[in-house]
T-cell receptor, first 114, second 112 residues
Framework: GDSVTQMEGPVTLSEEAFLTINCTYT??????LFWYVQYPGEGLQLLLK?????DKGSNKGFEATYRKETTSFHLEKGSVQVSDSAVYFC?????????????FGTGTRLTIIP | NAGVTQTPKFQVLKTGQSMTLQCAQD?????MYWYRQDPGMGLRLIYY???????DKGEVPNGYNVSRLNKREFSLRLESAAPSQTSVYFC???????????FGEGSRLTVL
């Protein structure tokens, strides 16, 4: 079945550092890929997504590129801020667009220190 | 600007008690979901509903029942709570045009 393997945390970085959170997946066909973010005490919210190979999703300075050859969707940001402290989840969707039974990774807790 | 609303936000139960988690969305989405979040395990799908009147099991349905009361509401019921059901529960709905899931704020359940 489908699965997502995500870089284990927690990750602690200094403000303005470069961030990479690794995500690889196993799936049949060509799934859509997502990064969700969960701020303390809140539900998850979509950070970015990519629906086909070589697509790059971007939002709030974060980027991730759908790499079919390496089955990866790594999250990057050039200069992190304290406000980026959160838990980040990589996820993929099944084949039925509009019926998004997402498979999630285990989440990576990111803490940014001033 | 409500989106997905879940109640209650916190609940403590004793083993064997029953309760229902309520969820409502105001975005006119057809598909709705219940997930549980446990440390080190990410989110796991309990049940989902592709449309009013239909429900299907997800990855971890044992010990739960659901009702899709109408297009807006999707409830999750624990008939006889067990300590293994201590978790944070999230309701979500999905936008069929973008594939985006919209989540509620979560319900933290503790079973003693």
């Amino acid at each position: 079945g489908d699965s997502v393997t995500q870089m284990e945390g927690p990750v602690t970085l200094s403000e303005e550092a470069f961030l990479t959170i690794n995500c690889t997946y196993t799936a049949t066909g060509y799934p859509s890929l997502f990064w969700y973010v969960q701020y303390p005490g809140e539900g998850l919210q979509l950070l970015l997504k990519a629906t086909k190979a070589d697509d790059k999703g971007s939002n709030k300075g974060f980027e991730a590129t759908y790499r079919k050859e390496t089955t990866s969707f790594h999250l990057e940001k050039g200069s992190v801020q304290v406000s980026d402290s959160a838990v980040y989840f990589c996820a993929l969707s099944g084949l039925n667009f509009g019926n998004e039974k997402l498979t999630f990774g285990t989440g990576t807790r990111l803490t940014i220190i001033p | 600007n409500a989106g997905v609303t879940q109640t209650p936000k916190f609940q403590v139960l004793k083993t064997g008690q029953s309760m229902t988690l309520q969820c409502a969305q105001d975005m006119n989405h057809n598909s709705m979901y219940w997930y549980r979040q446990d440390p080190g395990m990410g989110l796991r799908l309990i049940y989902y509903s592709a449309s009013e009147g239909t429900t299907d099991k997800g990855e971890v349905p044992n010990g739960y029942n659901v009702s899709r009361l109408n297009k807006r509401e999707f409830s999750l019921r624990l008939e006889s709570a067990a300590p293994s059901q201590t978790s944070v529960y999230f309701c979500a709905s999905s936008d069929p045009n973008t594939g985006e899931l919209f989540f509620g704020e979560g319900s933290r359940l503790t079973v003693l």
